[in-house]
């Protein structure tokens, strides 16, 4: 089943001096426009592109891919403001993006960015973008299991923390205290679930727990370690900053992978930074 708003994986129909017609199944044969067709492209091959509307109201589709897709969020630049309808967005197609009026949580700017879902607009059948990022969440209570990754969008600050959408589909919470340094609304990153309360609120953390955590940092140090000859200049002393930057963790992390080489022997600390020991002989080696 084809659907507006969504990649789809579309069989070639027919070919013709505009492009090239797919087989949008329930939603008839849709136009892939002369510029996206290569040369080599035959009658029964299936595609994967993207459908939407034109300026005309007509379905068509592009091999291009925008930066969401209905049912997900995006934090879009305002290319343009017409009085009567809305802004216009940049998501990564020829055709910018309608963010109604009607549809802003507040007022936009041309240049600026806005958090917005993408969705159909039920009454004209259009792919819009929406401010009112609520009303677009997932009604279905949260299932994460505690420790599980996800991908999040920061979209506010509060004294707590940072709120995120967590799997484009519902709200949590990344709390200051966590956190080795700030966070800005728009910005992209993986996580993981520390807990689904019993309220359905999601608290949201941005290193593993325990094990999960420590285990594959450790690795990825002795590698660090390794390409660099032996010795790095990192250790309990490093910034919050330079960790996150370096290894993509809180310090707190990177101080607890160091503490288990350190026990298991595998790493001195020369302060400033950090040295591989040498692993001994074994006593049966002859």
């Not at 299991?145 to 996800?150: T, Y």
């Not at 967590?166 to 709390?175: F, N, S, T």
């Amino acid at each position: 089943m084809a659907n507006l708003g969504k990649r789809n994986l579309l069989s070639v129909v027919r070919e013709t001096a505009s492009g090239v017609y797919l087989d949008g199944e329930q939603l008839g044969e849709i136009l892939l426009p002369g510029r996206y067709v290569k040369s080599d492209l035959r009658v029964k091959q299936k595609l994967d592109v993207f459908i939407y509307r034109d300026s005309e109201d007509r379905l068509v589709a592009t091999t291009e891919t925008p930066f969401a897709v209905v049912g997900e969020f995006a934090w879009l630049k305002v290319k343009d403001i017409h009085a009567q309808t809305g802004a216009f967005l940049d998501w990564g197609l020829a055709k910018d993006l309608l963010l109604p009026f009607g549809e802003q949580a507040a007022p936009v700017e041309v240049g600026k960015r806005v958090i917005v879902g993408v969705c159909i607009d039920p009454k004209s059948d259009r792919i819009i973008a929406s401010g009112r990022l609520v009303d677009h969440l997932s009604t279905t209570p949260p299932q994460y299991a505690d420790g599980r990754a996800v991908s999040l969008l920061v979209v506010g600050e509060s004294p707590l923390g940072y709120s995120a959408i967590v799997e484009h589909a519902h709200l949590g919470l990344l709390y200051r205290t966590d956190l080795s340094s700030p966070l800005a609304v728009g910005q992209q990153l993986n996580g993981f679930v520390r807990t689904v309360r019993d309220d359905g609120k999601i608290d949201l953390r941005l290193d593993a727990c325990g094990y999960a955590r420590v285990a594959p940092l450790t690795d990825e140090i002795m590698r660090e370690l390794e390409s660099a000859g032996g010795r790095l200049n990192f250790d309990d002393d490093s910034s919050p900053d330079e960790v996150r930057q370096r290894f993509g963790v809180s310090k707190k992390a990177f101080k607890q992978a160091l503490g288990s080489l350190f026990r298991a022997r595998r790493i001195a600390f020369m302060h400033p930074g950090i040295e591989l020991v040498a692993a001994k002989p074994s006593e049966h080696a002859t």
